[in-house]
């Protein structure tokens, strides 16, 4: 129930191309949908966010669609550049009860030139 | 930017060893944690820091592994007796409101530890 399942597990995509990575949960109560993204040898840094009461937010070419319905989430990365290359984790949290982000098991995206 | 600084980059140690990691949080943050990576998996959560307390710990945070902040700038992690299966990398991280609420955490770098 405290788990994020994320697929692919990688993905190769064309300079240009939409970068798409997918979340599923199975806890209602999460109410805190961040993406993270980690370079090689770096921490993870936080891309974008959302919460469950909108269906989507947009910064810049990266956008996440949350359907609730489903429980399913996914980060579209559009005009996919060499320089997105890197693994991009999906997190959850309970907002008013916990203080832990649960993470996705990653994607690891290479965007071509 | 500020960030989180966290040392040693990395640490070979024995097994049975203690080990002590490392990390000076943003300055104005008030929420500490420490997440870990075994390589090639997620990130795990394993403890959060408030108000010189523990907030929350996870299953993985057993009684080999305490936390500390010693004065007002640093906060480590150590492990009494490490085995193997801790070698991962260890991050810390911190935010100025309750993480999980929404509000930003930001990771250091990590601290890669083998234990051989």
């Known amino acids: 129930q405290q788990q994020v399942k994320q697929s692919p597990q990688s993905l190769i995509v064309q300079k240009g191309g939409i970068s798409i990575i997918n979340c599923a949960y199975e806890n209602t109560a999460f109410d805190y949908f961040p993406w993270y993204q980690q370079f090689p040898g770096k921490g993870p840094a936080l891309l974008i966010a959302i919460r469950p009461d909108v269906s989507e937010k947009k910064e810049g070419r990266f956008t996440i669609s949350f359907n609730k319905s489903a429980k399913q989430f996914s980060l579209h990365i559009m005009d996919s550049q060499p320089g997105d290359s890197a693994t991009y984790f999906c997190a959850a949290s309970l907002m008013d009860s916990s203080y832990k982000l649960i993470f996705g098991s990653g994607t690891r995206l290479l965007v071509r030139p | ?81 490490t085995k193997l299966e801790d070698s991962a990398m260890y991050f810390c991280a911190s935010s100025l409101y309750r993480g999980g609420s929404g509000n930003t955490i930001y990771f250091g770098e990590g601290s890669w530890l083998t234990v051989v």
């Open chain 2, 1 to 81: 930017e500020p960030e989180v600084t966290q040392t040693p980059s990395h640490q070979v140690t024995q097994m049975g060893q203690e080990v002590i990691l490392r990390c000076v949080p943003i300055s104005n943050h008030l929420y500490f944690y420490w997440y870990r990576q075994i390589l090639g998996q997620k990130v795990e959560f394993l403890v959060s820091f408030y108000n010189n307390e523990i907030s929350e710990k996870s299953e993985i945070f057993d009684d080999q592994f305490s936390v500390e902040r010693p004065d007002g700038s640093n906060f480590t992690l150590k492990i009494r007796s």
